[in-house]
């Protein structure tokens, strides 16, 4: 056992070497070994991974020969994968070796005429998929990848949600219980998908995946209910009315981890476009009141200096916006739906008459932000008017 462990310790060192300019010196002689010591990793990884104390033997000194703790007992199980995709991307090897190489990759020795070489393919779909994701964006909109990302983690909670949001309609007293156990249980999932993004990729994650279950309902719905039921195979009532459920309970979920902690919901909104911040108010109610919430807290950390005729943070540690991106936030508040600008500017209304209903400037935040908010909205249409004469003309 002692000769296998210290076999498994060259496992890191292998693919350093794998990654470096050393493999210009490969012949096709030196790549088999390299790919047969994979394979040898590969079927110790086969032969251990059903004995715990064996896995966690190997595991430990395996981290224990690497300065981080990168590689764990899995990467035995894809030393193959992980060694021909570093020798691929190294521009160092050889040309000869190259082809063996690939030879190697699609024609695993032992495997017939016929196998079919999946993981290769899976690997180079995946390879290129990253690489078109990450190609620099000109067209406005979000980012192909974090489109992505939001997508494959809608896919994921409607596994995790659908089916108990299809029972919705029978669930009987004594099975509450369980359903609340079944969305807890999918919210920690979701806390712990999103804790392995940095927090701004979770919190675009997130904004992504909310606008696009607007998107697609809106889709749905002009569809007349054909869109979700051709691919669900039932365009029912009843069918519309599961996936409707469903997609109720995905946002649900986003929602109550998005929410459910004040600093992590402040964060998310400093790091948001306020446009997009708007849109998302005017979809969901639930987090329209909680934004309206923040931006008055915000705002009441503001006072107007006289001697810069502005309106400055009172306390810096507190006040997370300046005036000026206060107004913007509430411009695009006022810029989105109707009943979402009659919300908001009721509530402004309701601040400044708590606030003493002042009529002029710099004496109350309220009052001036529904100044700045109705002249926007002034200019808007103005420009609008100006905008279709023009074109009429």
């Not at 006072?303 to 400055?312: A, E, I, K, R």
């Amino acid at each position: 056992m002692e000769a296998v462990l210290g076999q498994v310790e060259q496992l890191p060192a292998l693919l350093a070497v794998s990654r470096s300019a050393l493999v210009r010196d490969w012949d096709s002689l030196t790549l088999d070994r390299a790919l047969e010591w994979a394979r040898y990793f590969q079927h110790l990884y086969d032969r251990f991974r059903a004995r715990p104390q064996l896995r966690e033997v190997l595991g430990r000194r395996l981290r224990r020969s690497q300065p981080c703790p990168l590689l764990g007992f899995p990467a035995l199980g894809r030393c193959p994968q992980l060694l021909g995709l570093a020798l691929l991307e190294n521009r160092a090897l050889p040309p000869a070796a190259c082809r063996r190489l690939v030879r190697s990759l699609l024609q695993p020795p032992g495997a017939g005429p016929a196998s079919d070489p999946r993981g290769l393919e899976l690997l180079a779909r995946r390879k290129a998929a990253a690489r078109l994701l990450a190609l620099p964006r000109h067209a406005p909109g979000p980012e192909p990848q974090l489109q992505a990302e939001a997508r494959l983690l809608l896919s994921r909670l409607r596994q995790e949600a659908g089916e108990a949001a299809g029972q919705l309609r029978w669930l009987c007293g004594a099975q509450e219980g369980q359903e609340a156990r079944e969305a807890a249980g999918q919210l920690r999932w979701l806390c712990g998908a999103l804790e392995l993004l940095p927090q701004p990729r979770a919190f675009g994650v997130v904004a992504a995946a909310l606008a696009l279950l607007k998107q697609g309902r809106g889709a749905e719905q002009a569809g007349d209910g054909h869109g979700d039921g051709d691919r669900d195979g039932s365009s029912s009532p009843d069918g519309y009315q599961e996936s409707a459920a469903g997609e109720e309970c995905t946002a649900g979920l986003l929602l109550s981890w998005l929410l459910g902690n004040q600093d992590r919901f402040s964060a998310f909104c400093l790091c948001i476009p306020s446009s997009h911040l708007a849109f998302l108010a005017g979809q969901y109610s639930q987090l329209c009141r909680s934004y309206l919430d923040l931006l008055t807290g915000w705002g009441r950390h503001l006072h107007y200096d006289p001697l810069q005729g502005q309106w400055v943070k009172s306390c810096l540690d507190k006040a997370e916006l300046s005036w000026e991106e206060l107004r913007e936030h509430f411009i695009c508040l006022c810029q989105g739906s109707t009943p979402l600008k009659e919300q908001t500017q009721a509530a402004l209304e309701l601040l400044r008459t708590q606030d003493g209903d002042f009529r002029v400037r710099g004496l109350s935040v309220w009052t001036d932000l529904l100044m700045e908010v109705g002249y926007s909205c002034v200019d808007t249409k103005t420009t609008g008017k100006l905008t279709k004469s023009s074109t009429s003309g």
